[in-house]
């Protein structure tokens, strides 16, 4: 392989380019971090959970949203949860490991 790999499908890819960052430039490891932070970002999802008051105060991990039909308003409340098929998952990774990748290119998790 030479240079930065386009796509990242396995494991030996985010070594691989993990190494060609931490020896490379700081815009190298700064492409990095937004890859490791993308595997992050993956991580969860929004997830229906059910119809609330209009006077819900929602939690930090979750979001009202309102519906006006026929004049009728509904809110919906949705929690991000563990997404079951994230990338993250697939490749066997955790958050604390892709943390230490991010802390050790010098970012902040």
């Not at 930065?4 to 815009?27: H, K």
């Not at 955790?94 to 230490?100: G, L, R």
Request: glycine fraction near 10%.
């Amino acid at each position: 392989m030479q240079g930065f790999p386009g796509y990242f499908n396995t494991n030996v890819d985010y070594d691989n380019a993990q190494a060609l960052a931490l020896a490379g430039s700081a815009a190298e490891r700064q492409t990095m971090i937004g890859q490791w932070q993308a595997l992050l970002n993956s991580a969860k999802v929004w997830s229906f959970q059910g119809a609330v008051a209009a006077d819900y105060a929602p939690a930090q991990d979750e979001q009202v949203m309102t519906n006006q039909q026929d004049g009728e308003t509904t809110y919906s409340l949705f929690r991000k949860i563990d997404g079951p098929e994230s990338r993250m998952l697939q490749l066997g990774l955790s958050v604390e490991v892709i943390e230490a990748k991010i802390a050790e290119l010098g970012g902040a998790a």
